[in-house]
Every structure is written in C-alpha cells, then in structure tokens.
C-alpha cells in the first residue's frame, strides 16, 4: 500500500513520499570532523505545543508518522532524553521493514534512574543502547546491550558536547537525530550541536496552560537564527527542514 504523499512547496515543486523527502540528506557526510551531525525532529501544533495531555502522538497524523520513522532509517543513531523515552515508550526504533537495521540508540539520563519496565526499548534483547549520563552505576535488569558513555558538565549535569564526541570516537557515528524533549533540545542549542530541524507544524490547537514547547528555560544570548531549506505540505500539515546557524 502507497505512503502518504507530500507536496513540496519550497525551493521547488514536486510530490515526494517520506522516502523521498529524507533522500539525499548526507548528514553523516556532513558531519564535523570532531562530533556527529545533529538533526533534531520535533511535532507542534499551531499554538506551540508539543503533546496532548502527557503525549505527543494525538499531534501526528499518517504523514507525520511516515516521515518521523523514514528519518530514523536515514540516521546513524537517535538521541532521546530519559523522561522523553519514558512517557513515550520508546521499544524498537525501526520495526518496518521486518529485520531492518536498526540505529543506535542514545538515552541521555543525567541522574541513570531508567527501568526496563518504563522504557521497553531497554528491555527489547536486539537493540543497542548507549546511556550517556553524568552518573555512575549500571541499569539494572536490561536485556538490551548497553554501553555507557560518561560524561559530566561542572554543574553536574550531563555535558552534551563531550558526550558527542564520545559517540563520534568511540562509536563511529557520524549523524544523529534527536527527538527531545524540550530540556534536551534546549542543552543541544545552548552547546551550539544542532545543525537542522525538521518541524511539523499539525493542523491543531491544543490551548490549555502546559508550558511544554520546542525549548525548556532559556537560551544565551540572540534567539537561534535558522534558514528554511524545504517545505512540505500533507494532510493539512506543514513539513519544515531549517538549517541552524552556528553559534
């Protein structure tokens, strides 16, 4: 059964499946000589928000989906923070095709308080997880194959620049999508590691008072300036890929 269609609007037209969007992104290519090329892939509706109630999934649609799982085929490996993987669920990163390599997963946990029970992907025996934490100590009870990159910034917190470098030296990788949450796309920013952004912008408003939105807390400085590559239009939704200036 064909995926959804998209519609590019900009720099030219053409209709394009998820596949097609993702094709020729060369992140891995482009990465700098010392850390991966951070991509990070965020879902808000037109008034900011990131989730309905605790979730972000009530916000996408098929189209978003296609892209979202067709990103993470494309990438070296997925970077998430441990409450993100929590509330989400995360399991297995790439469940279609059937056997599909998967990337590497990267749980970005300052304090190393995971559970297999809350994050089935540290319970799935063929993924590969790398924790990169500011603590010692192991998880316990994961069936997972788990690596640990340790790495602490002078507040205590997880250095996310030492970190990346960690992936790219002792790991290989070479590109890296991000998925949140807000607090660690903030950190990605605030260090100068973000290099584009996929936004979907969903066709909803969700109102309400929850504060989550793209970035928690604020950022030094200017506002990050970012330069718009492409956009797609699906199933009233806007599909939006920036380039983020270095800092």
Known sequence: MPGPRFERLLPDTATLDAAGIVAGLEHAERAPAERPFVALNMVASLDGHVRVGARTGPLGRGADRALFHALRRSTEAVMVGAQTARTERYGTLVRDPPGAPQP??????GSL?????EIPLLADPDSRVVVLTAAEGEVAGAAASLDYVRARDPDGGVDLAAGL?????????????????PTLNTGLFRAGLVDELFLTLAPALVVGLDPLRLLAGELPGPPAALTLLTAHVAESALFLRYAVAPT
């Open 104 to 109: 590497l997963a990267c749980l970005v946990s």
């Open 113 to 117: 308080r995971l559970d297999p029970a």
């Open 165 to 181: 470098r960690a992936l790219r030296a002792e790991h290989g990788v070479r590109a890296v999508l991000g998925e949140g949450g």
